[in-house]
């Protein structure tokens, strides 16, 4: 149980272009779901967390106007990267939570690999 | 804020040898603990985590851990090592009430033949 899909699990795009990434809860209602943005041999660095119905909410220092959060429905959450350009090639996770239990954990997908050329 | 500090950036330890993966919290409220292992190219996948009650977690794959307060850490064992644990492990803290995970920097476990 517990399981977290991203698609697609890579992408490569050209400058200026947008970019959307899935995050599905498959088998649970994540009432809230994060997105994180991890550089080579570095540490997770959370983007923003989004609930069902709502706005995101972003870090400081991370654009909204840039990194577009959607949490249409409690199984599926959309980050895309508007005009992206080669500085934001990443490694983008994403990690969904339920509140049906009190486990305090994140499930995440295994991660999108972005590259912009 | 709450900071996590993993102090060892590679850890190359041989087969079926102990390893400790050590992490520091600094935080001035309450917070939960976790591990996390994380293979190429795959997402995180948790490990252990502690929440209250007993100082020493068990979790998968033979890992534990034990929170001492005190010292404020939360250090990651297992007593023997396989080459199948080779990863990059992160530390992770959470303030209680709050959802927000932090991470640290991470480890790299490299098991050698």
Redesign the interface.
């Known amino acids: 149980g517990a399981v977290v899909s991203q698609h697609p699990s890579w992408v490569i795009c050209k400058s200026g272009t947008s970019v959307k990434i899935e995050c599905r809860s498959l088998d649970f209602q994540a009432t809230t779901m994060f997105w994180y943005r991890q550089f080579p041999k570095q540490s997770l660095m959370l983007m923003a967390t989004s609930n069902e119905g709502s706005k995101a909410t972003y870090e400081q220092g991370v654009e909204k106007d840039k990194f577009l959060i959607n949490h249409a429905s409690l199984t599926l959450s959309t980050l895309t990267v508007t005009s992206a350009h080669p500085e934001d090639s990443s490694f983008y996770i994403c990690s969904a939570e339920t509140r049906s239990t009190v486990s305090y954990e994140q499930y995440f997908g295994p991660g999108t690999r972005l590259t912009v050329t | 804020a709450q900071s996590v500090t993993q102090l060892d950036s590679q850890v190359p330890v041989f087969e079926e040898a102990p390893v400790e993966l050590r992490c520091n919290y600094s935080s001035s409220v309450s917070v ?1 603990l ?1 591990w ?1 292992v994380q293979y190429p ?6 490990l252990l ?1 502690y ?1 209250s009650g007993s100082t020493l977690v068990k979790g998968i794959n033979g890992f534990e851990a034990e929170f001492n307060k005190s010292q404020t850490s939360f250090h990651l064992r297992k007593p023997s090592v396989h080459i199948s644990d080779t990863a990059e492990y ?1 530390c992770a803290v ?1 303030k209680t009430g709050a ?8 480890t ?1 476990l490299t098991v050698i033949p």
């Open positions: 939960y976790f996390y190219n795959q997402g995180l996948q948790l985590k929440l992160f959470r959802n927000n995970l932090f991470f640290g920097t991470g790299r």
